[in-house]
């Protein structure tokens, strides 16, 4: 089944204490993305990738790092968590070329909800 | 200003009942494209429809329609028939032509609708 998974679901830490939110594809998909989701304010992109080894900033960046040394893989690292990261984090990926021209190109992980203490 | 403008924070509708929730859109490029995702109690983001800014007719996809409107930038989402499983959070989203690199989704911050018996 073509999917993005994310882990953990739930996660719950302490400020400053460094985490890692995984994110794996297995649609051979070039673009991968990490958005937080607030309430009121929807989904906002933090790190996006391209492709292996290119990864740039969204809108809501810092606090955050990424990496890309596997085209399946894009883990969202937050080295010193603190209390305005609490949130809901979204991993998706699509396909470079947009094909069909349709819009399911996008897929999303089930998402990974972070509280920090 | 905000780019997607979605003017209902919450709506209800009796079952088996059309909905239409509303979006609106803000963009000086020619080329975009507009979504709408599904986000059950659950959590995850249910893709629903897709319309692409050079489309002549509107999309549709089973129950779902999306009335798009280019000249008043509107795209609304219009549920036909709707069921108690409709009830969830939803988010209409565009991606900018001119940004086909970072390929950003931008959200509208949702509208709960709940389909009441």
């Known amino acids: 089944e073509a999917q993005v998974t994310q882990n953990p679901r739930y996660l719950i830490t302490v400020t400053g204490k460094k985490l890692t939110v995984t994110c794996s594809q297995n649609m051979n998909h070039e673009y991968m993305s990490w958005y937080r989701q607030d309430p009121g304010l929807g989904l906002r992109q933090i790190y996006y990738s391209m492709n292996v080894e290119v990864t740039d900033k969204g809108d809501v960046p810092e606090g955050y790092k990424v990496s890309r040394k596997e085209k399946r893989n894009f883990p969202l690292i937050l080295e010193s968590p603190s209390p305005n990261q609490t949130s809901l984090y979204f991993c998706a990926s699509s396909r470079h070329q947009e094909g069909s021209g349709r819009g399911d190109g996008y897929t999303f992980g089930s998402g990974t909800r972070l509280t920090v203490v | 200003a905000q780019k997607i403008t979605q003017t209902q924070p919450g709506m209800f509708v009796q079952e088996k009942e059309a909905v239409t929730l509303d979006c609106t859109y803000d963009?000086?490029?020619?080329?975009?494209?507009l979504f709408w995702y599904k986000q059950p109690s659950s959590g995850e983001m249910i893709f629903l429809i897709y319309?692409?800014?050079?489309?002549?007719q509107n999309a549709t996809e089973g129950r779902y329609s999306l009335n798009f409107q280019k000249a008043r930038k509107s795209a609304n989402l219009v549920i036909s028939a709707s069921q108690l499983g409709d009830s969830a959070m939803y988010f209409c989203a565009m991606r900018e032509g001119r940004d086909t690199g970072r390929r950003a989704l931008t959200f509208g911050s949702g509208t709960r609708l709940q389909v009441q018996p």
């Open positions: 319309q692409g800014s050079y489309d002549e």
């Open positions: 963009t000086s490029d020619q080329s975009y494209g």
